[in-house]
């Protein structure tokens, strides 16, 4: 490939290159010379497809948002607003799994600015949403939305990350992510025998 000329397939291979050398040896182990050998391709193929090395690590996160995005963009409004949040769990678990160098590497970089810091917000807005959902329909009763929005991240996140280090098996990740929203979702006012029968239709939706 002529440096000179960009190639969509080319950029998405230096993103996931630069993604596993965030994930797995840190933020400081990225350079040029490094995501080229790693790709197979000269370091001015970096500036045609990035312009710089900061704007390769911000794609890199805008890539691994995107995805996340996606994922969460496939589950479908229904009539049970908490079966839909639990399948937004669930899509937020899959990308991570999916998608395990570009997940960690989107925690581990610091926002360049506040246009970058800014990138992914609306992944965690959507989550907001559907316990906005929730809330309106008479489910949870217990709580500021954003505030259980964020408790909901956090342990989402913190499975994920467990399972992707190697200390929870996808079973164990699986099942431990269903106990804590049973828990969470009746602490936050909802009746135990709902919440489960909104659990169950959520796993027969992703059998």
């Known amino acids: 490939m002529s440096p000179r000329v960009a190639d969509p397939a080319i950029r998405t291979t230096l993103i996931e290159a630069a993604a596993r050398m965030i994930a797995t040896e840190g933020p400081d182990a990225l350079t040029l010379r490094r995501v080229a050998d790693e790709v197979g391709t000269s370091t001015m193929a970096i500036y045609t497809h990035f312009g710089s090395m900061a704007e390769l690590r911000r794609e890199v996160r805008r890539e691994g948002f995107a995805r996340l995005a996606d994922h969460l963009g496939g589950v479908a409004r229904t009539r049970d607003t908490v079966t839909d949040l639990v399948l937004l769990g669930w ?15 989107m925690f581990m970089e610091h926002g360049l ?56 098996s996808f079973e164990q990740a699986r099942d431990g992510l269903a106990q804590a929203a049973l828990n969470l979702f009746i602490g936050y006012g909802d009746d135990r025998g709902a919440v489960q029968r909104s659990i169950e239709r959520a796993a027969r939706r992703v059998r």
């Open 113 to 168: 600015d506040l246009e970058d810091a800014a990138i992914g917000i609306d992944t965690f807005e959507a989550l907001v949403n559907a316990v906005r959902r929730c809330v309106e329909a008479g489910r949870f009763d217990h709580g500021e939305p954003l505030a259980m929005a964020t408790h909901l991240w956090s342990l989402t996140h913190g499975i994920v990350t467990l399972h992707l280090a190697g200390f929870l």
């Open 91 to 105: 899509a937020y678990f899959t990308n991570g799994v999916s998608n395990p160098h570009l997940y960690r590497a």
